[in-house]
């Protein structure tokens, strides 16, 4: 194989393939771009709480090869369009560093999608659209970002040899909110009641034109033949902003399936199996070592990975070499009231948020997060509180819950008192899980990422010398010194960015 396409991106849930595919559902989490740079668990980078915030010095860990530099060493060219959200407080986190030649994209989520600018919380707003290292201003006059993106895909094509290997990993900003679409793309969407419904809809409608858009420009530059187009949502949608997991339980930001199970496909002449849907456990980690394999690559005999091949799994329909995904274990994550070591049997703290899953067999423990089932808000305008009639009351102490997902994916019959066995042994290998992982980063607020401190941008603002602090006192002394000149020099560019109402809106986990 020649070309991978991976189309990522914050898709809600579409699976547009006809034919030459197989659809697939992916297990994610919160961070799950991390995953796919380096096949592993959050828990095994650090990033197993919540997201990178703007303002947080954090990156994804700089110690391990991300996939495009892995697909680097066998001579592909690597590109990336959209939305990174993997760190940025030095320049050693930024895309062009971890693996692609070129980046032309935003650094953060949820920004504005005409404009390109992102507000934290007032006063802290800047732009957010980069040509590789450096800010695209040519772009902020309003072009739609899922236009502008495919727009960007097309030109990156047109001038590439298709006999030479290339990666596009292209990850649109849509369906995220602020719900935000061209007005041609409401059209067939009128009789949907509910604005936040119709807004997504439209959105998503454009990216469906997207994707044809990419496959259209695929075929007209002679790539299709040997290209693998991967297809995916990378959690599950957030019901307050337009989203349904509907019948699926939870949202987004649960380990509840709404959150976690999210749908995609693979198209490409090069499936053996053509038209099929993939019951297998697949899950985000597994792209890395399946594309590594398919593009010939290597990958060290005695690293540790926690993601499996699958490609004989969606192209052939074999049996899953997978038999377990660790969901999360997040050890910061509000403590659920009730929850003990006794609860866990001694094994586990139930106070935990976690989740597992082993063959039929699906265990969370913590404090679930949002925990009902929330039907299409398609035909209603009415508040939250109306938009379902089924809600779960978590006053009832619980911390631990059992399902056969298998048998009920909607997670409405909890098992965990009729099988104490199966909660045991999952709760052990929750704990051995636990032994593997590394401590969590997520570090305070540095003020000094405020884009005004930065021309008005969102980029890197952390310089070594701030790091070293600990060393030598004359040495961390003439450190300080070149860091001030260097502090001086920053705030010398304008600091003009004040934050227009409009964008001050989109918040986002
Ligand atoms: C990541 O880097 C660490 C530290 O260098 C190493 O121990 C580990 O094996 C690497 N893991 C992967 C998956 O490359
Ligand atoms: C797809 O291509 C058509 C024809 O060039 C164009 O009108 C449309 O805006 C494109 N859509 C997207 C989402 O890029
Ligand atoms: C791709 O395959 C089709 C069908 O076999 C063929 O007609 C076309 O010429 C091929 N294109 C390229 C660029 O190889
Ligand atoms: C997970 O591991 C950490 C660090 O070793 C330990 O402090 C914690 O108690 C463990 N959590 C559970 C629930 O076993
Ligand atoms: C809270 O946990 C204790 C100990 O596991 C248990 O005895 C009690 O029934 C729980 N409370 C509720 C409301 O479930
Ligand atoms: C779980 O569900 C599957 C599918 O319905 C079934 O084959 C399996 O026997 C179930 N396991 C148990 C222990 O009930
Ligand atoms: C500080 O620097 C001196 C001289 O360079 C060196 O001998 C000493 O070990 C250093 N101390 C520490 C704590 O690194």
Redesign the pocket.
Known sequence: MDKVFSLGGFLGCVCVCVCVCVCVCVYFVKSMSAQIYGAQYQIHTGLQHSIIRPTQPNCLPLDNATLPQKLKEVGYSTHMVGKWHLGFYRKECMPTRRGFDTFFGSLLGSGDYYTHYKCDSPGMCGYDLYENDNAAWDYDNGIYSTQMYTQRVQQILSSHDPTKPIFLYVAYQAVHSPLQAPGRYFEHYRSIININRRRYAAMLSCLDEAIHNVTLALKRYGFYNNSIIIYSSDNGGQPTAGGSNWPLRGSKGTYWEGGIRAVGFVHSPLLKNKGTVCKELVHITDWYPTLISLAEGQIDEDIQLDGYDIWETISEGLRSPRVDILHN?D?IYTKAKNGSWAA?YGI??TA?QSAIRVQHWKLLTGNPGYSDWVPPQAFSNLGPNRWHNERITLSTGKSIWLFNITADPYERVDLSTRYPGIVKKLLRRL?QF??T?VPVRYPPKDPRSNPRLNGGVWGPWYKEEHKKKKTNKTKADKKRKKSKARMRKQLTVHSSTKCHPSFCSGQER
Do not use: E, H, L, V
Request: cysteine-free; aromatic content about 10%; glycine content about 10%.
């Open positions: 274990i050890p866990g586990w703290n935990i704990s636990n032994k992982a």
